[in-house]
């Protein structure tokens, strides 16, 4: 089993992320748990290196990120970011707010697609 880097300090940051949630990542949320999705296991707000992804799972090493206003500013961090995770062998598939917010079915479907 891989084991992946996990940075400790984080814990904290990353519960008060799950609790405060936002609407895209809430209806996201109702679809992956307890194994709705093809019955792959994700968690939620997952420490991975020193970052928070909003979706990992595990089974498949697959991130799943929610991609809204906030990341037009960040996107050198952005990269960065992206290519550490995939470094670790990890695959990311973004979704936009505003897709999940008007067609979650269709954003669900293109997950189901994309996890075959």
Request: net charge positive; proline share 2%; aromatic share 8%.
């Amino acid at each position: 089993m891989t084991k992946l880097p996990y940075n400790p300090k984080l814990k904290q940051r990353a519960t008060e992320l799950r609790k405060a949630g936002n609407l895209s990542e809430a209806l996201v949320w109702l679809q992956l748990k307890n194994r709705q999705l093809k019955g792959l296991k994700f968690e939620r707000q997952r420490i991975i290196d020193n970052y928070i992804v909003d979706f990992f799972c595990f089974e498949r090493m697959l991130v799943i990120e929610i991609d809204g206003h906030s990341h037009d500013e960040k996107v050198e961090y952005d990269a960065k970011r992206e290519d550490i995770l995939k470094g670790l062998g990890l695959r990311i598939i973004h979704l936009l707010d505003k897709d999940i917010k008007k067609n979650l079915q269709g954003v669900m479907d293109y997950l189901e697609r994309e996890i075959e």
